[in-house]
């Protein structure tokens, strides 16, 4: 810059930049503008706020499309009973609401600031079609018992009750729930409950916890003396024997061919409340070890999937509870008889 500069005054012009480079009649046109231009900048901001003002009022007045989509109602109509803007209704009255040369509701910013933000939405008085969930699949109980009797009632359980909701209870359900017309999810909620309830009747006792699934066949002789854990696996039950009485009785479940379960007569050797498997890391509660590792326990895999599945040799019990029982009086050194 300053290089330039002196060239420009070694040759008698003005420096750049300097107000000697415009010729006069620009600087006198330009101070005239000037003059101008602070009135005429004054009016065109003027203009401009209003164009921004008018602009803000007519987008503040838009009305929003109702919630279902549909565009607003035109000024004067009436809206249905199942659209009605309740806080229009309550809003200050304007001169658009009596006077009919006043400017349309949709350019006033005061009713349509408080038109729907206050709107208040009735209550659905439809009943949920679905219902509340009840009883879930993994659940177990005295609830999932009946839930089991009551459905075996009408044909939709073929089993005896077993207190656990498995993949068959959920079937069970499932199946009844298709017939009734409702949701097919297998889960029990509260419209499934109430119409099974309505469709029949509380179960009894022997409903709710029935010997065996399968009737007990005739024991064993080396099961009539004394105190005998005598297992069938023709029958597929487990009869708690003393002196050639059967205290109890409740379904069983076996190895598969290739981990059978060993048939002929052995004694407890040791019980275990809380056993985990140390070979397949399985729970086994209540087990009762008869021959090496094979032992009665109970089993939940047996009572989600009933005889779909076998054991790995021990003899499974699905009735929780039955089994507790037992587990309670039966002793070390009482006999174990497992027969064809």
């Not at 349309?104 to 009713?111: K, L």
């Not at 598969?256 to 002929?264: A, D, I, L, N």
Request: charged content about 20%; overall charge positive.
């Amino acid at each position: 810059m300053i290089r330039s500069t002196t060239a420009d005054a070694s040759r008698g012009g003005a420096p750049l930049g300097s107000r000697d480079t415009e010729p006069p009649t620009a600087r006198t046109g330009r101070s005239a503008r000037a003059g101008r231009g602070r009135h005429g900048w004054a009016g065109a901001t003027a203009k401009a706020t209003l164009a921004v003002l008018a602009v803000a009022v007519a987008t503040a007045g838009c009305e929003a499309p109702a919630a279902d989509g549909s565009a607003p109602p035109p000024p004067g109509s009436t809206p249905s009973d199942d659209a009605r803007p309740v806080a229009r209704r309550s809003a200050s009255p304007d001169a658009s609401a009596t006077s009919p040369k006043a400017t349309p509701p949709s350019v006033s910013p005061t009713a349509t600031a408080t038109a729907e933000p206050t709107a208040t939405p009735e209550p659905s008085t439809e009943p949920d079609p679905q219902g509340t969930p009840l009883i879930a699949g993994g659940t177990q109980g005295d609830r999932v018992r009946e839930l089991q009797a009551r459905l075996r009632q009408i044909g939709h359980f073929d089993r005896s009750p077993t207190g656990y909701y498995g993949t068959v209870t959920a079937t069970a359900v499932r199946s009844f729930q298709t017939k009734r017309g409702l949701a097919a999810t297998g889960e029990t909620d509260t419209v499934t409950w109430q119409r099974l309830l309505d469709m029949t009747r509380p179960p009894t006792a022997t409903e709710l916890r029935p010997p065996t699934t399968l009737p007990v066949t005739k024991p064993d002789k080396r099961c009539m003396a004394g105190r005998v854990l005598c297992i069938s696996k023709n029958s597929r039950t487990l009869s708690w024997m003393i002196d050639g009485r059967v205290v109890s009785s409740m379904d069983v479940r076996f190895g598969s061919q290739y981990t059978p379960t060993r048939e002929g007569t052995f004694s407890v050797f040791w019980k275990s409340r809380h056993h985990v498997s140390t070979i397949y890391h399985t729970a086994m509660p209540y087990a009762m070890f008869f021959s090496g590792g094979q032992a009665v326990h109970y089993s939940a895999d047996f009572a989600a999937r009933g005889y779909a599945g076998a054991s790995h040799g021990c003899v499974n019990v699905r009735d929780e509870q039955k089994i507790a029982a037992l587990f309670a009086q039966v002793r070390e050194g009482d006999k174990v008889v497992v027969h064809g």
